[in-house]
């Protein structure tokens, strides 16, 4: 099967006993893909690669191999990309950084207050329950919060007396 397709960009890696290609190309479709190429799979593939530069054209033709995997086992090169901007200059090539999914330690902060509130609530609630009237929202919220300053307090901790 052949393919077309322009370079975005090029990453050569040194592994040591071989040399890997990280090859960012956009298809035919418009589709920006990454492709590694090593040195000791398909050294002409390899050798035609590693030096590429962004706008390079290619026609790649791929086969499976025996494990299912498409391999690229032959590269010719197509000419260069030259359609840029308006004023002759090519397009910039930039890096997209992946966002972080990690939470910041202002929001863990308000989380841990969220959870000890919630916790708070249920031992209020849990503490009123055996009262002889039913507690309003106002007592379970007051209970709740003398929790709260006590699990924030830096005072500390009252040990019990073991009988």
Do not use: C
């Amino acid at each position: 099967m052949t393919i077309n397709i322009e370079i975005v960009r090029v990453e050569v890696e040194n592994k040591g006993k071989y040399q890997q290609a990280s090859v960012i190309y956009k298809g035919s479709d418009g589709k920006v893909a990454n492709k590694s190429v090593v040195s000791f799979v398909n050294k002409e593939v390899y050798a035609k690669l590693k030096d590429a530069q962004p706008g390079d054209l290619f026609e790649v033709e791929s086969e499976k191999d025996d494990k299912g995997y498409w391999q690229w086992t032959g590269v010719v090169a197509a000419g260069k990309n030259v359609g840029g901007k308006a004023d002759g200059t090519l397009p910039a090539v930039g890096k997209v950084s992946p966002r972080s999914t990690y939470e910041t330690p202002e929001e863990r902060a308000s989380k841990q207050i969220y959870i000890v509130r919630q916790s708070s609530i249920s031992a209020s609630i849990a503490l009123l329950k055996d009262v002889k009237h039913t507690p309003s929202v106002e007592e379970v919220i007051e209970t709740a919060k003398a929790f709260e300053k006590y699990v924030f307090s830096q005072e500390p901790l009252i040990e019990a007396e073991v009988i």
